[in-house]
């Protein structure tokens, strides 16, 4: 059986949140375990991934975790990167407007902190706050890290592919 | 640490150790949380809690349900104590409230502080 996963086409929320659950996906496909088949469905509008385990559908409609299962990889749940990745930058995409300075300020945290390094092998909790990072102030990332490892190039021109364009506060 | 997670702590329930499938389980609810989106997601949770008992997909409650409970339960208590048609609410989070129920009776939550519910209350079958 192929898993099937799909990206965010809806409009009902912020560009944000779509670019960064499509980027996430788009990872969640670069980075899946050899033993995981994975096609993407362009039928859903929304993120999705249906899978069957033992002949039970398995789906999951959290970016996040669909990367982590992608990746076989749980680590760092208990961590402060974690708490701080969800909360303090993805708690940012369900707003329709951000706060950009209070935004890059954010970003600048997690640079200093938790984001010192893009090199291989990655781990799920790298790139979960990698692309919350990349997605809020993708100039203070690209300044750090000129070039990107190849997975993730990949996955930025896949999601771009994938996600909705929108006028309003969309900077990819 | 929330004083629910360190009474759960107390009950003699063990840990299992997770699948894939259940750690990714774990994972999304744990993101829902975090990320402040419990409110927005609730249709999804009562789809899941249709087909799973627990959250993580256990036999029994983990420190997720319990951490996640905490947001729901005065959510639960709001949507019910906020609308007219009750019947509605109810049929729309039945299996939620179930599990609120569960939840808040294994936690010894005091009564003043738990969702009240009508179990006698008729509801329209459910549709799959």
């Known amino acids: 059986m192929v898993a099937q996963v799909s990206f965010e086409k809806e409009n009902g929320f912020s560009s944000y949140f779509?670019?960064?659950?499509?980027?996430?996906?788009?990872?969640?496909?670069?980075?899946?375990?050899?033993?995981?088949?994975?096609?993407?469905?362009?039928?859903?509008?929304?993120?999705?991934?249906?899978d069957q385990i033992q002949g039970q559908e398995f789906t999951l409609f959290n970016?996040?975790?669909?990367?982590?299962?992608?990746?076989?990889?749980?680590?760092?749940?208990?961590?402060e990167e974690f708490h701080f990745s969800e909360s303090s930058l993805e708690s940012f995409f369900r707003q329709q407007e951000v706060p950009q300075e209070h935004a890059t300020v954010c970003v600048q945290k997690t640079l200093d902190n938790y984001l010192t390094s893009l090199e291989e092998p990655m781990t799920s909790l790298k790139l979960i706050t990698f692309v919350n990072a990349f997605t809020l102030d993708p100039e203070q990332i690209i300044a750090r890290f000129p070039t990107f490892p190849e997975k993730i190039k990949n996955a930025i021109v896949l999601a771009a592919k994938h996600t909705p364009r929108s006028s309003k506060n969309f900077k990819h | 640490m929330s004083d629910?997670?360190?009474?759960?702590?107390?009950?003699?329930?063990?840990?299992?150790?997770l699948s894939r499938e259940q750690n990714?389980?774990?994972?999304?609810?744990?993101?829902?949380?975090?990320?402040?989106?419990?409110?927005?997601?609730?249709?999804?949770?009562?789809?899941?809690?249709?087909?799973?008992?627990?959250?993580?997909?256990?036999?029994?409650p983990t420190e997720t349900d319990v951490e996640v409970f905490e947001a729901v339960l005065p959510l639960s208590k709001q949507l019910v104590s906020s609308t007219k048609d009750v019947k509605d609410v109810y049929a729309k989070y039945r299996h939620v409230f179930r599990w609120v129920d569960y939840l808040q009776n294994l936690l010894a939550v005091p009564s003043g502080d738990q969702l009240t519910l009508n179990h006698d209350l008729e509801l329209p079958r459910e549709i799959i």
Do not use: H
Request: hydrophobic share 40%; with cysteine; aromatic share 10%.
């Open chain 1, 18 to 50: 779509n670019y960064s659950s499509n980027l996430k996906v788009a990872l969640a496909i670069e980075y899946a375990t050899k033993d995981l088949k994975i096609q993407i469905n362009d039928d859903l509008k929304t993120v999705q991934f249906v």
């Open chain 1, 63 to 79: 970016a996040n975790a669909i990367l982590c299962y992608a990746m076989n990889d749980f680590t760092g749940q208990d961590s």
């Open chain 2, 4 to 17: 629910l997670i360190t009474k759960f702590k107390t009950l003699s329930i063990s840990s299992p150790a």
């Open chain 2, 24 to 60: 990714a389980f774990n994972t999304q609810w744990q993101s829902v949380l975090k990320s402040g989106q419990v409110e927005q997601q609730l249709d999804q949770m009562n789809l899941f809690l249709r087909d799973n008992t627990f959250l993580v997909s256990t036999l029994q």
